[in-house]
């Protein structure tokens, strides 16, 4: 997993590099398994058994059920399934949906279609550490509220949301509750035989997998609404030729994950310990979200008299992010922190630190 | 895509702001808009600015924005700031186009500059 030796590359919560072994596994996939996994002869039903393997890996990794996974071009597309696909076919049950002001913008904007498609939209807010409480969802619920959606780790604060207590409350209500996890999945410890989600999104490139390949988990008895219409692949509610070794890559990275996360989590701890006792005496500085209990491999940190892309900037050959990285192209602040509380200057002067599987102490020294 | 890229001149300005800091004693123009700060200070002598400084919160663009009209007007008759435009900076830093605002801000800024230094002169007449 090298990266060019003059670049210190701290935004592996925009993406990861593939792992040695996942490339392999697509090459070998690439050269001898490319044929369509929904033909019924001898070499499709081959491709088709690879994806089954993969469905496995991943299973194992989340604790599910491998045949609860459908496979999608990333998590953006599976947000956009679950809660579209969700919202619509469960309009008879009401039309009040729930989620909060810090979700990535590919469930934001999914919500805001639904809104104008006449869905009534809660957008709840975080305390000023990201964290939301029990009480403030429980107290937003509504007869008619038939959705939820939360993210479980969030992408520029690290913040994790208690999503078991959450997944109770919506169990309760008869909520269907999607968990965007995509900054979760091959990081923290996921059990989705133990956490009561209906819906949980992920994304192969966040733990070292290919980009343009992810996942949604759906739990028996979840009927969602499809998105495309085609083929009849994955019981028609996304179809479309499957890329096995996209997914091969995935399953191998889940793979590796799985073997990997308490070194992982513990490394992470260790390095976000050094890099904040490295930069916590320079004055002005704060973080944002919470001070405790977040992911270790993201560190959001605002300086008051800099201004996060001419801190970028002097920064090189550091890289790092200023607010999420699918933002990257906007000039407006960061609204997940603005949520938070943080004002716009405020918000503009933060930057993100992600650290990874291939970050060492060195490397952190160095800056 | 990031359209944040920035030209060799921009590079230069940034890593170089020579002209950061404060006049003391100079004519002041602050402006605060498009979620940036200028500031730019200037000491004038015989209607030539002699001294000119700029502090800037803001993106890569404007602090080199800021360097370069620095460069261009120290030790030029002051009557000359009227001709700033930016148009000029725009090409010469390859401003992304989203960032026009910005640049106009500094252009509000150097205005204001230019009445603070006619405003010190007629005091000093007086």
């Given at each position: 997993m090298a990266v060019a030796t003059d670049l210190i590359y701290l935004d592996f919560a925009a993406t990861t590099p593939l792992a040695p072994e996942v490339a392999e596994r697509m090459r070998e996939v690439q050269a001898n398994a490319w044929f369509?996994?929904?033909?019924?002869h001898i070499v499709g039903r081959k491709s088709a058994a690879l994806v089954r393997f993969a469905a496995e890996q991943l299973a194992s990794l989340l604790n599910?059920?491998?045949?609860s996974f459908l496979w999608t071009s990333g998590a953006t597309e599976s947000n956009n399934l679950a809660i579209m696909g969700a919202a619509r076919q469960r309009e008879h049950r009401g039309k009040h949906l729930l989620t909060m002001r810090t979700e990535h913008k590919a469930v934001v904007d999914a919500f805001r279609a639904l809104e104008k498609q006449g869905f009534d939209v809660t957008w709840l807010e975080p305390d000023t550490n990201g964290l939301l409480p029990i009480e403030r969802f429980a107290a937003a619920?509504?007869?008619?509220?038939?959705l939820a959606s939360i993210m479980h780790?969030?992408?520029?604060?690290?913040a994790i949301q208690d999503i078991a207590a959450i997944g109770d409350v919506c169990k309760r209500h008869d909520v269907v509750l999607h968990v965007d996890g995509a900054q979760a999945t091959g990081k923290i410890r996921v059990d989705l035989t133990a956490l009561p989600v209906d819906l949980y999104s992920l994304t192969a490139h966040k733990f070292y997998g290919p980009k343009g390949v992810g996942a949604l988990f759906v739990r028996e008895g979840t009927p969602i609404l499809p998105l495309m219409f085609g083929g009849g692949q994955q019981r028609r509610l996304r179809p479309g030729t499957l890329p096995v070794d996209l997914i091969a890559g995935l399953g191998q990275a889940a793979q590796i994950a799985a073997a990997n996360i308490d070194a992982d989590l513990a490394n992470l701890e260790r390095l976000k310990g050094r890099l904040l006792a490295g930069i916590?005496?320079?004055?002005g500085l704060h973080i944002n979200?919470?001070?405790?209990?977040?992911?270790?491999?993201i560190l959001n940190v605002g300086l008051d008299d800099v201004e996060g892309e001419s801190l970028l900037l002097a920064l090189e050959p550091l890289c790092v992010a200023t607010g999420s990285a699918c933002n990257?192209?906007?000039?407006?602040?960061?609204y997940v922190l603005r949520a938070l509380g943080r004002s716009d200057r405020e918000a503009q002067s933060a930057i993100r630190f992600s650290l990874g599987r291939p970050t060492s102490t060195k490397k952190l020294i160095r800056r | 895509m990031n359209n944040n890229s920035y030209n060799p001149v921009v590079r230069q300005c940034f890593e170089n702001p020579v002209h950061a800091g404060t006049v003391t004693s100079g004519a002041v123009a602050y402006f605060e808009d498009q979620g940036l700060r200028i500031r730019l200070s200037a000491n004038v002598a015989g209607g030539t600015v002699t001294e000119l400084r700029f502090r800037v919160w803001g993106c890569p663009h404007v602090i080199a924005a800021s360097e370069v009209f620095c460069r261009q007007y120290e030790?030029?008759?002051?009557?000359?700031?009227?001709?700033?435009?930016t148009e000029h900076i725009m090409q010469d830093l390859a401003?992304?186009?989203?960032?026009t605002g910005r640049i106009l801000v500094l252009e509000d800024t150097v205005r204001s500059l230019r009445a603070a230094i006619l405003d010190r002169q007629s005091k000093t007449r007086e």
């Open positions: 369509n996994p929904s033909s019924n599910a059920d491998s045949a619920l509504r007869d008619d509220t038939q780790v969030n992408n520029e604060t690290g916590q005496e320079v004055a979200g919470p001070e405790q209990g977040a992911y270790p491999g990257s192209r906007s000039q407006e602040p960061s | 030790g030029r008759p002051a009557a000359e700031l009227e001709q700033f435009d401003v992304p186009v989203e960032k």
